[in-house]
């Protein structure tokens, strides 16, 4: 059984960065077979994707966060840092770290395609 803890969550003004992590632990997990990633959700709206690490290291972003957000890894801690640049309000949200053995690469982008999820860190654009 993997383990998923965010951290780093908070308030911010638009334009401001902002960035969170989630450590991974238990299991067999491992960066090279897993694939770990971020959704989000705003209230009343559905989970968005946000990004992806696959597990053989290619990187995917969804649209309304390309060129702005970047995923990178710690593999000493096994953690999973999202970086955020030029955040804007409708960036508020919930963040999920989600990671998953078995997924494939066409439905990483779909939030039922992973099995592990952590319990969120709150994101605040507001000015």
């Known amino acids: 059984q993997v383990q998923l803890l965010e951290s780093g969550g908070g308030t911010v003004q638009p334009g401001d960065s902002l960035s969170v992590s989630c450590a991974a632990s238990?299991?067999?997990?491992?960066?090279?077979?897993?694939?770990m990633g971020w959704f989000r959700q705003a209230p009343g709206k559905d989970r968005e994707f946000v990004g992806v690490r696959w597990r053989g290291g290619n990187k995917f972003y969804g649209d309304s966060v390309k060129g702005r957000f970047t995923i990178s890894r710690d593999n000493a801690k096994n953690t999973l840092v999202l970086q955020m640049n030029s955040l804007k309000p409708e960036d508020t949200a919930t963040y999920y770290c989600?990671?998953?053995?078995?997924?494939?690469?066409?439905?990483?982008?779909?939030?039922?395609?992973?099995?592990?999820w952590g319990q969120g860190t709150q994101v605040t654009v507001s000015s």
């Open positions: 238990g299991g067999t997990f491992a960066f090279n077979s897993y694939t």
């Open positions: 989600v990671t998953s053995r078995s997924i494939i690469l066409s439905s990483v982008r779909r939030a039922d395609a992973y099995n592990y």
